[in-house]
C-alpha cells in the first residue's frame, strides 16, 4: 500500500524560506516522477513543481510563478521528496500536496499549510 507523508511547511515572512518533505512507503520516489500541488481556498488544486522519472531524464519542471524561487528535488537513499521554497511571496501561502501515480492510481500526501506574513 503506498502512503505518502509530508512535513515541513508553518509559518515564514515574506522573502522567507520554507521546506516541504514528502516520505513514501511502499513507492519508490527513484523509478516515478511526482509532483507538487497546491491549494488555495475554494479553489482546484494547481501543480506547482514537477520532477520527471528517469525514463525522462529526471527533468524539473515548475509553474511560471516560482521559477527562480522554488526547486524540486528527490533524495533517492531516504525516499523522499523535497520541495525547497526561497524568497516566499503572499501568494505563496495554500495547503501544499505531493502526488504520485502508478499506471492504476493516483496518491496525494496529506497536505501540507504554507502561511506567509507580509
Known amino acids: 500500500q503506498v502512503k505518502l507523508v509530508q512535513s515541513g511547511g508553518g509559518l515564514a515572512q515574506s522573502g522567507g524560506s520554507l521546506t516541504l518533505s514528502c516520505a513514501a512507503s511502499g513507492f519508490t520516489f527513484r523509478d516515478n516522477s511526482v509532483t507538487w500541488y497546491r491549494q488555495y481556498p475554494m479553489k482546484e488544486r494547481e501543480w506547482v513543481a514537477w520532477?520527471?522519472?528517469?525514463?525522462?531524464?529526471?527533468?524539473?519542471y515548475y509553474k511560471e510563478s516560482v521559477k527562480g524561487r522554488f526547486t524540486i528535488s528527490r533524495d533517492n537513499d531516504r525516499n523522499m521528496v523535497s520541495l525547497q521554497m526561497n524568497n516566499l511571496q503572499p501568494e505563496d501561502a495554500a495547503v501544499y500536496y505531493c502526488k504520485v501515480q502508478t499506471s492504476t492510481t493516483i496518491y496525494w500526501g496529506q497536505g501540507t499549510q504554507v502561511i506567509v506574513s507580509s
Open positions: 520532477l520527471t522519472g528517469p525514463g525522462a531524464g529526471n527533468a524539473p
